[in-house]
């Protein structure tokens, strides 16, 4: 209905770094197929139907992350746009903004109480979108790896384990959760209020990392191939961004308070030049201010 009135479309993307697939991932042709069902054949009637006035356009996209506007201005539709001036880009003027969670953490009080885990989800809808239902196996390793590695963390600080769950994931009521479930505690919601109080954060892919680097959170990155190629190339992205520290899941780990906590501070150092590129554009003005700005002077 907005393509028949002159009704101008804005849309604020403020969470920051989002990964995105690099290109060189091999996935199988089963895992192609659901993509090629699930994802891309809807993605492309969405674009033909923008291209024929069927959808409006976005005319004022605010975003937070300079890697993402870089994605943006090199896809097909902003070249064709520089080279014969035909303009069939979705997002048709493109600004910088703050994120919100680093306006937020300007005024909020912390703490370094407890060892939280934001869970991504082996099985989240996402990832079975693309790859389909995960083998048993994999699922029951990768929670009993992941339970492993959290007592190990939870006995080097000796500190308590937050697993905070993902909202969209579905979770065994048999196997090696269980030991997850009866001995950490479990909540349900809550992510950004426990990373508050967080020692060490601990994620494997999520948006909250952008979050608990601008509250100067130490943070450890976790990776596994039981849990797939999508979470997998993005838990790449994540790290290869970021510089955070690392960890592969096993059956066992060789970590010392000493040499976790040293590489932990160490890694402090890379925060601002990944906040700078992704997450604030202007220290001085909020994302509200900058949006203010930028409306006032095209209206």
Not at 60 to 84: A, C, G, H, T, V
Not at 175 to 180: R, T, Y
Not at 262 to 285: A, H, P, R
């Amino acid at each position: 209905m907005l393509s028949k009135f002159t009704i101008k479309r804005l849309f604020v993307s403020d969470l920051g770094f989002i990964p995105s697939e690099t290109g060189n991932e091999k996935y199988k042709i089963k895992e192609k197929i659901f993509s090629l069902i699930n994802l891309k054949i809807p993605y492309y009637l969405f674009r033909f139907l923008c291209v024929l006035g069927l959808i409006k356009n976005i005319e004022y996209f605010f975003e937070s992350s300079q890697n993402r506007i870089n994605q943006i201005n090199s896809s097909i539709s902003k070249k064709l746009l520089k080279i014969l001036g035909i303009d069939l880009s979705y997002y048709r003027n493109i600004y910088r903004i703050n994120s919100k969670g680093f306006d937020q953490s300007k005024s909020e009080k912390l703490k370094t109480v407890n060892i939280v885990y934001c869970d991504s989800g082996f099985d989240h809808p996402d990832k079975i979108q693309r790859e389909g239902i995960p083998k048993e196996n994999n699922r029951e390793k990768y929670y009993l790896y992941l339970f492993n590695f959290l007592k190990k963390i939870s006995s080097i600080y000796k500190k308590n384990v937050i697993f905070v769950k993902h909202p969209k994931n579905s979770y065994p009521k048999t196997g090696n959760f269980l030991k997850i479930k009866n001995s950490f505690q479990i909540v349900n919601a809550g992510a950004e209020k426990h990373l508050l109080n967080a020692h060490i954060a601990i994620f494997h892919v999520s948006t909250l990392i952008t979050r608990a680097m601008q509250l100067r959170k130490k943070i450890i990155l976790i990776q596994s191939n039981l849990v797939g190629n999508y979470l997998n190339s993005r838990s790449k992205n994540w790290i290869k961004n970021t510089k955070l520290y690392h960890v592969s899941l096993a059956k066992t780990y060789n970590l010392s308070q000493f040499q976790l906590s040293k590489s932990l501070d160490l890694k402090l150092n890379y925060y601002e030049k990944f906040l700078k590129q992704n997450s604030y554009i202007n220290k001085n003005l909020s994302r509200n201010e900058q949006i203010k700005l930028v409306l006032k002077k095209n209206f």
